[in-house]
């Protein structure tokens, strides 16, 4: 493929990608909520949220290294971690602790996006090597208290070293995309059960694949010409809002 066919497949610009991110996410959600796992369309809902972990992790990296202030986007980001707290374990309580109202089951997406970005903080300024292995290693931990344990910093570590090259992007999703396909094989007995295991640990990375995809063919490194400023505090707002009315839908549905 020549470079200017290449240039004429990135349609997407950040914002685009962001709000297709939010949509997958919402699917996940609503499977998580209110659909019986181990069912075709729970399966086939919560692996297509996976686009959102990777895409999300991606541009915050990328936003960390354009931000005018790196102070208020750590703040905004605390600040919505804060917001989203409550809509949170009021949507996910019954899920994750078997809890009909409401109970603390962790720290939500917004929070593990601030871990990570304290990991990229610390990657940057932390200037002997053993302090900043012992820092990344605890916010690590600290994420297993949160959604996207453990795969949101892998994968803002490897954007990270990634940078700008192709190659390395590409290996950072193929990488990621390996290892959460790991984490879900899940082998049972017997041939049957292996075959299984190993086709769903296949197709859990599906969405992390296509978030590879869509960022290395067709991102072209822009944002929207317009509404740049409704974008911005939409991605913001949508996640404490959306996931606020799932969790009174559920309630009102017990």
């Not at 066919?5 to 685009?16: E, G, I, S, T, V």
């Not at 599906?206 to 960022?215: F, N, R, S, T």
Request: proline share 3%; charged share 15%; hydrophobic share 55%.
């Amino acid at each position: 493929m020549t470079a200017q066919c290449a240039d004429d497949l990135k349609l997407l610009n950040r914002d685009a990608i962001k709000y297709i991110a939010m949509f997958t996410m919402f699917l996940n959600h609503v499977a998580n909520i209110f659909l019986e796992p181990g069912t075709m369309l729970f399966t086939v809902l919560v692996d297509i949220g996976y686009f959102t972990a990777p895409v999300m992790c991606y541009f915050l990296v990328e936003g960390y290294h354009y931000t005018r202030s790196k102070k208020k986007y750590a703040r905004r980001l605390a600040v919505f971690a804060l917001i989203s707290e409550l809509p949170f374990c009021l949507a996910f309580s019954e899920v994750y602790t078997g809890e009909k109202i409401i109970s603390f089951c962790g720290f939500n997406m917004i929070f593990t996006l601030f871990l990570c970005f304290c990991i990229l903080f610390v990657m940057d300024f932390a200037g002997n090597e053993l302090v900043r292995i012992f820092l990344i290693a605890g916010l690590f931990i600290l994420s297993l208290f949160s959604d996207w344990a453990l795969v949101a910093p892998l994968f803002t570590v490897l954007f990270a070293r990634a940078g700008k090259d192709k190659r390395r992007i590409r290996k950072a999703y193929l990488t990621g995309a390996g290892l959460f396909a790991l984490m879900n094989f899940n082998p049972g007995t017997g041939l049957p059960g292996i075959m299984y295991a190993f086709v769903y640990a296949i197709l859990s990375a599906a969405g992390i694949l296509a978030a590879g995809v869509v960022i290395v063919r067709l991102y072209n490194g822009k944002r929207m010409e317009r509404g740049k400023t409704f974008s911005k505090w939409f991605f913001y707002w949508f996640y404490p809002v959306h996931l606020l009315i799932l969790g009174i839908i559920r309630i009102c549905a017990l």
